[in-house]
Every structure is written in C-alpha cells, then in structure tokens.
C-alpha cells in the first residue's frame, strides 16, 4: 500500500508538467490567433510570411521582470523544409536583460519572428543573448509599417509585446533566450534538444496541433509568394 502511494505521488508533479505545458500551448494559441485577428493592429502579414521561425511566449509576468527572475516560458516553431507548414514546437524560457519593454500591465504577452537563417542557427542553439549574439529590433505594427521601416533588412529577429491590449514592436536586448529540456521531456517523454525537434519531422504533440494549425492557416509560404506577385 504504502509503495502504491509513494508511486502516485511521483506521477502527481509529471502530471502537473503535462497540464502546465498544455495550458501554456493554448495561451500561446490564443495570444497568436488575437494578435492575428486584428491586421492594422498586429504582425504586418507579409513579415509573417517570411518569417523562418516565430517565438510566442505568453504571460510574461511583471513581477519576474522587476527582481531580474525568470521572465517566462513559451514555444518556437519553424518552417519545415519544404517552406509549407510548421514544425512541431520546441520550448523557450526567456530570461534576464532590461526591463525596460515593460508595458506597465500585470502580464506580458511576447512574439518574435526569426527572419534569417542566421537568427534560426542562434535559435537553434542551447542559449543566446538577444542583441549581443543575435540582432534584434521593435518590429513594426499593422498592415502599412513594412513599408515604413528596413528593420526587417537588418535584423534578424523582431519583436512585439503585449499588455493591457496594447500591442507594440518592443527591444529586447540583452536577455537570454534558452531551450527547456525539462519542458521539452514534459511535452515529448524525454529531454529532446529543440534543434532535433525542429528540423525534423516529429509529429506534433495534440495539446500544440491549435497552435500549428493556427501558423499554418496564417502564414504558409503560398501566401508570402502570392504576395509577392501581387505587390510587383
């Protein structure tokens, strides 16, 4: 009896990873699908389209900016080879670095977008300093602001942040961004490196299939061509 409850309560806190890392995915759906929602407020679409990989992490909390903690936990996804369709996600945490993109809101909603190839080998690897070992830069906001801004020329990532419904381009330099193993072996069965879930074709685990679904109906490399075309 008493080995039946110790075994029990070890299952309790993997259960409790399991349930954190599939709310976590719902949040992070429903942070993209609202910012999405609202073009002239949002990501310009055709930055999207270009994107190579896209960072969401939602729920950034205040407190943890102030004492310098952890400043939250979120997912990356990546095109998949052929350009159409996005991986199965990897986890995030994202730490350190200024507080100066605070909001003034008791959370923070985060979205980056990885524009080149070298920001993904920086993504890809286990740790790196935004600004210092990966260029980053306040991405523009609403259907228009490409044309208004070569951030995108130069950059290798952009971001945005999220708190109290506003929705702005936001500098995050200095703060380290690392995958989670831990998460990842939550979300997978075992400590899988992010680089081994994005480049290849794991499939995707059912607490994440809304928020894939949801970067494949807004952003497939159709779209970007499509764009394209239509814009010479």
């Known amino acids: 009896m008493k080995i039946i409850l110790i075994a029990a309560l070890a299952v309790v806190p993997l259960l409790a990873k399991d349930n954190g890392s599939a709310n976590r995915l719902s949040e992070a759906a429903t942070v993209f699908s609202e910012v999405m929602a609202t073009p002239d ?28 903690g ?21 986890t995030v945490r994202i730490e350190g670095g200024s507080v100066g993109f605070q909001i003034g809101g008791s959370e923070t ?3 980056m977008l990885v ?5 993904v080998e920086k993504l890809l690897s286990d740790k790196f300093t935004l600004g210092a070992e990966g260029s980053v830069a306040a991405g523009p906001v609403g259907r228009t602001a490409t044309a208004q ?12 942040s999220r708190s109290q419904g506003l929705f702005a381009g936001v500098a995050l330099e200095g703060a380290t961004l690392r995958q989670d193993l831990d998460d990842n072996a939550a979300l997978y069965g075992r400590k899988l490196q992010n ?4 480049t290849t ?12 679904a ?11 061509s499509t764009s394209s075309g239509s814009g010479r």
């Open 41 to 68: 407020k949002g990501i310009p679409q055709d930055l999207l389209a270009k994107a190579h990989c896209i960072v969401i992490v939602p729920g950034l909390k205040t407190a943890a900016f102030v004492v310098g």
């Open 70 to 90: 952890k400043y939250g936990k979120g997912y990356v996804s990546c095109r998949k080879h052929n350009g159409v369709g996005w991986s199965a996600p990897g």
């Open 109 to 111: 909603d985060l979205i």
């Open 115 to 119: 524009m080149n190839q070298g920001g």
């Open 149 to 160: 801004t070569d951030a995108e020329m130069h950059a290798e990532i952009l971001s945005w």
């Open 195 to 198: 680089r081994a879930i994005l």
């Open 201 to 212: 074709r794991l499939r995707v685990p059912a607490a994440a299939r809304k928020l894939i």
């Open 214 to 224: 949801l970067l494949d109906k807004s952003s497939a490399r159709e779209t970007a």
